[in-house]
């Protein structure tokens, strides 16, 4: 039977240990409120140590669950996140009683906000549910604004902005409504993070000054110092190395002053950060091994752990000592993924794609910083989409400068091959864009198709130029330029395998084609692909012995001279795309001496221009 109020104070009347126990409760808050956190938990742990050794009785459930609640607290500020969950899973056993309902709820949010620093996400979202429902149910509004802001923090964590930016939405209407300042600007500096995260970094440090101002109102002290912790990380997005150096080194001195261990933990992953941005990898390096310390010490596994991880290997990458840089990302990745945490697993792509930039391994990095990219672009993080997009331009425009030197020597041989190639790389790309293929498999095609006229080259200009009707071992010269492009190609190292597809651009689904003979789904989809956009421009275009056919007899041609050559659905696609009007400006064209990167320029997937109706089925088997 729970014990009343009332029996309570009668129960304490004339007997000396509850005045010691209520004394030293009275102690270890006062000592928690000046930031004493050890002597706060040493009298603590001798008032509980008093009540069991001394088979003191049970003078209240309110005195024993205010112990167990305040040594969690200390313990948590301490840093020792699994001590002091234990401390509040304590309390819930006596909280069943319908009169602490409102307690149960606030245990539930401080062991959901503890498992969510331990990089417990999924876990810490039921905690945070399991608040939320009970407050909803009490019609608590400030529990309820709480949390939701709890639930936003770990929505960040797991980059569902949305999610995050809703459940802030409400908490900061209700904090407005309630006239809870404080609140209020918590909920801000929270909203400022997500700006912060989506590289909207003026509209987050407008949060983070609601905040501020706030705080120093109300002589908030400890955010106040995380605010500026937190304004520190967006000066250092914007480059201003000087300004956030002042507020994260402010910011370190407030969190050294009151023993704040979580905040000195984030302001020393924050000044590696900046020193590496600033290429001093000796003073990272100092900040570095201090966060790493106290999280081993600690024995978490968390977002923080990921993100040191990160960082040793940027500054790895930095003293050239790339195996160890590589050993960093791969365990902060897979901490990651075991963590569910989607925009770190984004910013670790990118890292390991500059790494393999430097290495000169570029497949790679392109695969890495593609994968970035999408992850980025997903979580509507603009900013660092954009960041990433950059560095992806200027691996591809190594690419693309290898494209143009070959395509330049196309030129001075033959101009029509050279316009050729332009006309059926930008067919190719917006008949795979048509089809709903992968970006990666677009750019593929569109590669493959830039060249796969390349072993023209070799081909002696008596035969190539030909005006009149080619003699049969002259075509068998000709039938030879898929082989000689694959072998002029095959001392350079490309991030898109098309070399099948030059290879067998020639092929045709009856078999009949060259030089493998291959049919059906044999042919590669992307060599089947160019085919079709080979032989369109070829029939579209004018040539030295005939005029250009117009796109309806070219059509014509394909569709019934030429039966049984060319995929079915890649053929209606071309049919549809014509029809629709979508190849106008590309047909028998004129084209630049700069159309590779304009091309190149519209191969990332955009299905709202390209996709047309039709009845066809989807196109079967990969690239």
Same mark, same amino acid.
């Given at each position: 039977?729970?014990?009343?109020?009332?029996?309570?104070?009668?129960?304490?009347?004339?007997?000396?240990?509850?005045?010691?126990?209520?004394?030293?409760?009275?102690?270890?808050?006062?000592?928690?409120?000046?930031?004493?956190?050890?002597?706060?938990?040493?009298?603590?742990?001798?008032?509980?140590?008093?009540?069991?050794?001394?088979?003191?009785?049970?003078?209240?459930?309110?005195?024993?669950?205010?112990?167990?609640?305040?040594?969690?607290?200390?313990?948590?500020?301490?840093?020792?996140?699994?001590?002091?969950?234990?401390?509040?899973?304590?309390?819930?056993?006596?909280?069943?009683?319908?009169?602490?309902?409102?307690?149960?709820?606030?245990?539930?949010?401080?062991?959901?906000?503890?498992?969510?620093?331990?990089?417990?996400?999924?876990?810490?979202?039921?905690?945070?549910?399991?608040?939320?429902?009970?407050?909803?149910?009490?019609?608590?509004?400030?529990?309820?604004?709480?949390?939701?802001? #709890? $639930? *936003?923090? %770990?929505?960040?964590?797991? /980059? @569902?902005?949305?999610? =995050?930016?809703?459940? +802030?939405?409400? !908490?900061?209407?209700?904090?407005?409504?309630?006239?809870?300042?404080?609140?209020?600007?918590?909920?801000?500096? #929270? $909203? *400022?993070? %997500?700006?912060?995260?989506? /590289? @909207?970094?003026?509209? =987050?440090?407008?949060? +983070?000054?609601? !905040?501020?101002?706030?705080?120093?109102?109300?002589?908030?002290?400890?955010?106040n110092a995380y605010t500026l912790n937190n304004i520190g990380i967006t000066l250092l997005e914007l480059g201003q190395f000087d300004s956030s150096l002042k507020s994260f080194i402010s910011s370190l001195q407030v969190a050294d002053t009151i023993k704040d261990a979580s905040l000195?933990?984030?302001?020393?992953?924050?000044?590696?950060?900046?020193?590496?941005?600033?290429?001093?990898?000796?003073?990272?390096?100092?900040?570095?091994?201090?966060?790493?310390?106290?999280?081993?010490?600690?024995?978490?596994?968390?977002?923080?752990?990921?993100?040191?991880?990160?960082?040793?290997?940027?500054?790895?990458?930095?003293?050239?000592?790339?195996?160890?840089?590589?050993?960093?990302?791969?365990?902060?990745?897979?901490?990651?993924?075991?963590?569910?945490?989607?925009?770190?697993?984004?910013?670790?792509?990118?890292?390991?794609?500059?790494?393999?930039?430097?290495?000169?391994?570029?497949?790679?990095?392109?695969?890495?910083?593609?994968?970035?990219?999408?992850?980025?672009?997903?979580?509507?993080?603009?900013?660092?989409?954009?960041?990433?997009?950059?560095?992806?331009?200027?691996?591809?425009?190594?690419?693309?400068?290898?494209?143009?030197?070959?395509?330049?020597?196309?030129?001075?041989?033959?101009?029509?091959?050279?316009?050729?190639?332009?006309?059926?790389?930008?067919?190719?790309?917006?008949?795979?864009?048509?089809?709903?293929?992968?970006?990666?498999?677009?750019?593929?095609?569109?590669?493959?198709?830039?060249?796969?006229?390349?072993?023209?080259?070799?081909?002696?200009?008596d035969i190539l130029k030909k005006t009149g009707k080619l003699l049969p071992e002259e075509f068998e010269q000709i039938k030879r330029h898929p082989d000689l492009g694959v072998q002029r190609l095959s001392g350079v190292r490309f991030p898109w395998d098309f070399m099948a597809l030059?290879?067998?651009?020639?092929?045709?689904?009856?078999?009949?084609?060259?030089?493998?003979?291959?049919?059906?789904?044999?042919?590669?989809?992307?060599?089947?692909?160019?085919?079709?956009?080979?032989?369109?421009?070829?029939?579209?275009?004018?040539?030295?012995?005939?005029?250009?056919?117009?796109?309806?007899?070219?059509?014509?041609?394909?569709?019934?001279?030429?039966?049984?050559?060319?995929?079915?659905?890649?053929?209606?696609?071309?049919?549809?795309?014509?029809?629709?009007?979508?190849?106008?400006?590309?047909?028998?064209?004129?084209?630049?001496?700069?159309?590779?990167?304009?091309?190149?320029?519209?191969?990332?997937?955009?299905?709202?221009?390209?996709?047309?109706?039709?009845?066809?089925?989807?196109?079967?088997?990969?690239?």
């Amino acid at each position: 039977m729970n014990e009343t109020p009332e029996r309570y104070e009668l129960d304490l009347s004339g007997n000396k240990w509850a005045s010691t126990l209520s004394n030293l409760l009275e102690l270890a808050r006062k000592a928690a409120d000046n930031f004493n956190y050890e002597r706060a938990l040493r009298h603590l742990n001798t008032m509980e140590e008093l009540w069991l050794s001394k088979a003191l009785p049970h003078y209240s459930l309110e005195l024993k669950i205010n112990m167990h609640h305040e040594k969690g607290r200390v313990l948590s500020k301490l840093g020792r996140y699994a001590e002091a969950i234990a401390e509040y899973e304590k309390i819930l056993p006596i909280c069943h009683d319908k009169r602490f309902q409102p307690r149960r709820a606030e245990i539930f949010l401080e062991i959901g906000q503890l498992q969510a620093k331990s990089g417990e996400l999924d876990r810490a979202l039921g905690q945070l549910h399991r608040a939320l429902g009970l407050y909803r149910r009490l019609n608590d509004p400030l529990g309820i604004c709480k949390s939701l802001r #709890n $639930l *936003g923090v %770990i929505y960040i964590e797991l /980059g @569902d902005f949305e999610d =995050a930016e809703l459940a +802030y939405g409400e !908490a900061i209407q209700i904090a407005s409504d309630e006239k809870q300042n404080m609140l209020y600007a918590d909920l801000y500096n #929270n $909203l *400022g993070a %997500i700006k912060n995260m989506k /590289g @909207d970094w003026t509209a =987050a440090l407008d949060c +983070y000054n609601i !905040a501020r101002e706030v705080y120093e109102k109300e002589g908030e002290v400890r955010k106040n110092a995380y605010t500026l912790n937190n304004i520190g990380i967006t000066l250092l997005e914007l480059g201003q190395f000087d300004s956030s150096l002042k507020s994260f080194i402010s910011s370190l001195q407030v969190a050294d002053t009151i023993k704040d261990a979580s905040l000195s933990l984030i302001l020393n992953i924050n000044l590696t950060d900046l020193y590496l941005k600033r290429h001093e990898p000796e003073e990272a390096k100092i900040y570095c091994q201090n966060a790493v310390r106290y999280l081993e010490a600690e024995r978490l596994r968390n977002g923080q752990l990921v993100e040191i991880r990160k960082l040793a290997g940027k500054i790895a990458v930095m003293e050239k000592d790339f195996q160890t840089a590589q050993e960093n990302f791969s365990r902060a990745m897979s901490l990651a993924e075991e963590l569910g945490l989607q925009f770190s697993q984004a910013e670790i792509l990118y890292e390991q794609g500059q790494l393999f930039v430097e290495t000169d391994r570029h497949m790679e990095a392109l695969q890495s910083l593609e994968k970035s990219l999408r992850i980025f672009a997903q979580l509507n993080a603009s900013g660092r989409a954009e960041k990433t997009e950059n560095l992806i331009d200027s691996i591809e425009g190594l690419y693309l400068r290898v494209f143009e030197a070959m395509a330049f020597s196309v030129d001075q041989k033959d101009p029509y091959t050279k316009g050729h190639s332009d006309r059926v790389a930008h067919l190719s790309l917006v008949l795979a864009q048509a089809l709903n293929l992968p970006e990666i498999d677009i750019k593929t095609i569109a590669a493959g198709a830039l060249l796969h006229d390349i072993g023209k080259l070799d081909i002696p200009d008596d035969i190539l130029k030909k005006t009149g009707k080619l003699l049969p071992e002259e075509f068998e010269q000709i039938k030879r330029h898929p082989d000689l492009g694959v072998q002029r190609l095959s001392g350079v190292r490309f991030p898109w395998d098309f070399m099948a597809l030059i290879r067998h651009h020639h092929e045709q689904i009856n078999g009949h084609g060259y030089p493998g003979g291959l049919s059906g789904e044999t042919i590669p989809l992307g060599a089947r692909i160019v085919s079709v956009a080979d032989v369109f421009d070829a029939l579209t275009s004018e040539r030295p012995y005939r005029a250009a056919f117009d796109p309806a007899r070219a059509l014509k041609v394909m569709s019934e001279e030429m039966n049984g050559a060319f995929d079915p659905v890649i053929l209606d696609t071309l049919i549809s795309l014509v029809r629709a009007g979508q190849l106008d400006h590309i047909i028998n064209r004129q084209t630049r001496p700069d159309e590779l990167i304009h091309i190149w320029a519209q191969c990332r997937f955009r299905p709202e221009q390209t996709t047309v109706d039709s009845d066809s089925a989807p196109v079967p088997s990969s690239i």
